[in-house]
């Protein structure tokens, strides 16, 4: 009973006020759903058939340099304060699977990123929600991604691709933005890959 | 090229923002947690570490950058407002220079759900209505029948050339629209009806509408006057449309659209019949080079056609374009037309220009024509400014 008496005495404090009960249910609530919130199809098979079972997943979060080097990429913010990636296998086998979203014309436009050693191992785009531009979602088009890199890795200054990603006539748009994602992707690995060597 | 109404983060999100009063309840959650936890052993401290880590997490995954979940932000994040604009200052041999604030357009769109959606285009031309012209150039609803086939009922814009569809002015070359999809095709050109879209993996897409038809007069077999924009249009005579369309290879579009107007003249001239429009073109980018042709005819039945020597309508263009860089571009254009059978009324365009972009939805541009519309030379300078969003 004595160990009980401290806990009663902040549970008191707690009802006391009604504030914190409110904040209290409405925080465990809130983690409750999020919790509950599946990947969508899309997305779980794409990462089921690129990374190996149960792949770590972490979060990268956009501040500092790191978001100003975004916007450079975006010309916005990113609409999230943190990015999910999810990774599998070690050394150069390490594969890393990130799961990005940006505007083509009026809407969203999903699109995942595998990257091993800085070079994007394949990009396939997830959801695509506009009317105009669906284009974006072809092997032809996407497979354009395989095997690009930066240019000039880690100079984050330096968004330049190796290879031309040749457009889609009406979908100039999307092509943009699944591009500007690619980018993206890259920007946001090395940053991981420094923040683990200590680079950073 | 559009902006949205809550407005993701497209536009106006220029820096990060978290609600103030998510902030404050997460502060006063820490605070809270602070408070009770004083006295707590180094496993409750642990368990509380990772309680707030959860909770932080799972805010961090809920809060968007600069929006809000008010009731009035959900819907507008279903609503969307677009437009483009364009102005044009026009310096043409035996014409008095203008200038004129050609187009003034404003899309709006809603999705209703997943897979039922509304858009429309509602368009101001030469700045005042008094002498220019309000248009609704579409108007429909959408919806999703399978992962690749929708249809659309309401007014759409007819499936057909390269500008029809897309013309927004930061997308083509020319601080005018080409003659030969103005003149033969006639963009831009609408109509009411419903219609199946579809694509498939394979690159190749395909649209069939059926919907109003052209209604010339008596005297004028005009293909662009003949078009009743949706506007208390006689539907005496539908027309049908067909368009296949490849974009399987990235740089490369083939398509080709074919048009049966079942009566012309929606019967009321018992010698006008029915009339076929057939068009194909290419585009093909490699880089930073573009290269677009298209070819457009029109045959028409019926005697009084042939009496009016417009029974076979063509035209075509071709034009080389070359990006100096991501803000610099130059064009070429030849363009030739003939909306009567008499050689003698063939017209002929040259074009030649740049375009600017100081921003990838702002363009600037400056061309020079050689027309020869006859005998009569319209040569000149064309100047423009255009956007989208």
């Known amino acids: ?200 | 090229m559009s902006l949205k109404v809550n407005t993701h983060f497209k536009s106006h999100l220029t820096s990060s923002f978290i609600p103030r009063k998510t902030a404050l309840s997460t502060a006063m959650t820490i605070a809270l947690f602070a408070g009770s936890s004083h006295a707590a052993t180094m496993p409750e401290l642990q368990s509380e570490i990772k309680t707030l880590k959860t909770q932080v997490n799972a805010l961090a995954d809920e809060i968007k950058v600069g929006s809000d979940s008010s009731a009035h932000s959900q819907f507008a994040s279903k609503t969307n407002i677009g437009g483009y604009g364009e102005l044009h200052y026009n310096n043409i041999e035996g014409k008095t220079p203008e200038v004129d604030f050609h187009r003034f357009v404003l899309f709006f769109g809603h999705d209703f759900n997943e897979k039922i959606r509304f858009f429309s285009e509602f368009e101001l031309e030469h700045s005042i209505a008094g002498e220019g012209e309000i248009e609704l150039e579409q108007a429909y609803i959408e919806m999703d029948l399978t992962k690749q086939l929708k249809t659309r009922v309401g007014i759409t814009l007819v499936p057909v050339g390269i500008l029809n569809e897309t013309h927004e002015p930061n997308t083509f070359y020319g601080t005018e629209r080409n003659p030969v999809e103005k003149e033969i095709i006639p963009a831009t050109w609408w109509s009411a009806g419903a219609s199946l879209n579809g694509i498939t993996d394979s690159g190749l897409s395909y649209d069939l509408v059926v919907s109003e038809g052209l209604n010339v007069a008596d005297d004028d077999y005009t293909i662009r006057s003949g078009r009743q924009k949706s506007s208390k249009a006689e539907a005496s005579d539908l027309a049908y449309t067909g368009r296949i369309k490849y974009t399987g290879i990235p740089g490369l579009e083939l398509a080709a659209t074919a048009r049966y107007e079942s009566n012309i003249s929606q019967s009321k001239n018992p010698d006008a019949g029915a009339a076929t429009l057939l068009e194909t073109h290419v585009i093909y980018s490699k880089a930073n080079f573009t290269a677009k042709a298209l070819y457009a005819q029109w045959n028409i039945e019926g005697n009084a056609a042939k009496s009016h020597y417009v029974d076979k309508q063509y035209g075509y263009y071709l034009e080389p374009s070359y990006k100096l860089s991501e803000n610099w571009g130059v064009f070429a254009r030849y363009n030739e037309w003939n909306t009567t059978t008499v050689d003698a009324y063939k017209q002929t365009q040259t074009d030649f220009g740049v375009n600017y972009w100081p921003h990838k939805q702002v363009v600037f541009k400056a061309d020079y024509q050689l027309k020869k519309d006859g005998s009569t030379e319209q040569n000149g300078i064309n100047l423009g400014v255009g956007y989208s969003f």
């Open chain 1, 1 to 200: 009973m004595n160990n009980l008496a401290p806990f009663l005495e902040s549970a008191k404090q707690i009802l006391a006020k009604p504030i914190r009960v409110f904040l209290l249910i409405g925080l465990v609530s809130f983690s409750a759903q999020t919790h509950a919130a599946a990947l969508p199809q899309e997305s779980a098979a794409f990462l089921a058939s690129q990374l190996q079972a149960n792949p770590s997943k972490q979060y990268l979060w956009l501040t500092g340099e790191v978001k100003k080097q975004v916007i450079s990429i975006l010309d916005h913010p990113y609409y999230k304060l943190r990015v999910p990636y999810w990774q599998s296998g070690s050394d150069d086998e390490l594969k890393t699977l990130w799961i990005l979203e940006e505007i083509g014309k009026h809407k969203l436009i999903t699109v995942g990123v595998v990257i091993q050693n800085q070079h994007i191992k394949s990009l396939r785009i997830l959801k695509f929600r506009e009317s105009r531009g669906w284009e974006v979602k072809l092997p032809s088009f996407t497979r354009q991604f395989d095997g690009i890199a930066f240019k000039t890795p880690n100079d984050f200054n330096n968004t330049e691709l190796t290879s031309y990603i040749d457009g889609i006539s009406g979908a100039t748009l999307s092509v943009r933005a699944v591009t500007k994602l690619s980018k993206l992707a890259l920007l946001l690995q090395q940053h991981v890959d420094a923040q683990k060597t200590g680079s950073l």
